[in-house]
């Protein structure tokens, strides 16, 4: 069987189109977010859908397997008794999203300057370095991400997650806390004025770590402190949870003290997200 | 490969490799607890496994696809994956072997050459595009820790080559037709007749 193979030319045109694609798409804002706009309607509805297929048969070989052990119970049990377990079992999701809003109204209580979107985490980054995650919120939400304009993401339990990369019409890129290209301003709670750069590093990424460098001598930094995001430059808060110092360590080159530090939010376990959107930035209207 | 490099219709080809980008894709990239592994990378090793059993441009176009759908999910900017998806799909079409035991020499050739080109690759990009380029990024460090995660995502990308194949397999099936028996050939043929 002999199949014909691409002509030179149409490879040559391809090279060329996906070589002015990429000029592009690095540009700031423009392409990237019109053919992710047209592109994701289609597509993540799609993807969407499958995922939570997926769920629905996780869920049911759990609900079997959970079943399974009832049945024993229930031999051993009055069937009252049984029946309240079972109810339990089918309430347990609806505990869960209870939680979650109860932990998102108390965000809601403690940054009362900042609007609160929650959304979804729709996919998680291929690769361990350079790519990014996506959540479901996007400009159609009034998140416009600027070269100059970001958002902090906080889970459930206010701790940070990441910050905004790029907004599409109804999604947008993340940031996350352990990436190489993260940094964020931080500080011991109790110690006022000195404040630190906690960044994602490549070298304890594998190990689920954050490095907090530029630490000023006299810093009262211990292991088992709480780090938290000093509120300097404008982007974070003060006083969002980042994590807590594993390590302290001096640097080689340097010889200056670094710190590692174990991020509050379980990145792999997300599901949920808040993006805090500060109104007393410049509006959300100039970003369009 | 046999059963995958059969000759099949346009439309039979589309739907196959429409709902394979679909399910792996949403396979791969699904959130959850199993991301501390190291995962099987689909959308990589889909157009090289199309380029090595259908030959032709099935595995230049995947790439091109599969590539896209990589910029679109997670890329930073768009390009970068659908490029690398089509030299591959390009390369392993000009390796098409009808072969059974040719192609899985070139597959087990070309698993750990990809796996280590892709590597590199997002190595050196993360190197020279950096994020916040204020940040102190070394190279040394950069492929040290990427190296670090190798066997790992060898032996996911042999898995998802394994799970690809298995999906083409079952895409292109066709059950076997069983050859009926003339007369002649139920007593032993046409020589045994003669």
Known sequence: MKRKAPRIFIIVLVTVAILATMILTALPGSTRT?????????????????????????????????????????????????????KVIINEEKVKAYDELEDALNLKS???????????????????????FRINLGREDGIWVTSDRSYPVLDSQQNLVGRLYSSELGSSRVVPLMHEGFSISAKVPA????????????????????????????TPLQVGDLIVSSGDGGLYPEGIEIGTVVEIITDSRSNAMQALIEPASQLEELNYVFVLIDHALPSAIEGK | MPGISRPINIWQRVLVYAALLVVLASIQVFPGQWTRIAAPDFLLFLPLIIGLTRAGGEGFTMGLISGFMRDYLTGRLYGLGMFEGMIIGLLAGLFFSENKKMFWKRLLLFWPAVTLVHIISMTLLSYFFPLDSNLPLSLAMILRESFAGLPLMLVANLFACVIILFFLWLGFYQKKKKHKKTDLEGYGGYDRAL
């Open chain 1, 34 to 86: 019109i053919i992710t706009d047209y592109f994701g309607r289609v597509f993540d509805p799609v993807v969407s859908f499958f995922q939570s297929s997926l769920k629905s048969v996780g869920n049911f070989f759990s609900a079997v397997s959970e079943n399974r052990d009832l049945k024993e119970e229930v031999a051993k049990l009055e069937k009252e008794n049984s029946d309240l377990r079972q």
């Open chain 1, 110 to 132: 403690r940054f009362k300057d900042y609007e609160i979107v929650g959304g979804n985490v729709i996919n998680r980054s291929i690769g361990p370095m350079f790519d990014l």
């Open chain 1, 191 to 218: 110690s006022a004025g000195n404040n630190f750069r906690v960044r994602g590093s490549v070298e304890y990424k594998n190990r689920r770590l954050c490095l907090a460098d530029q630490i000023p001598e006299g």
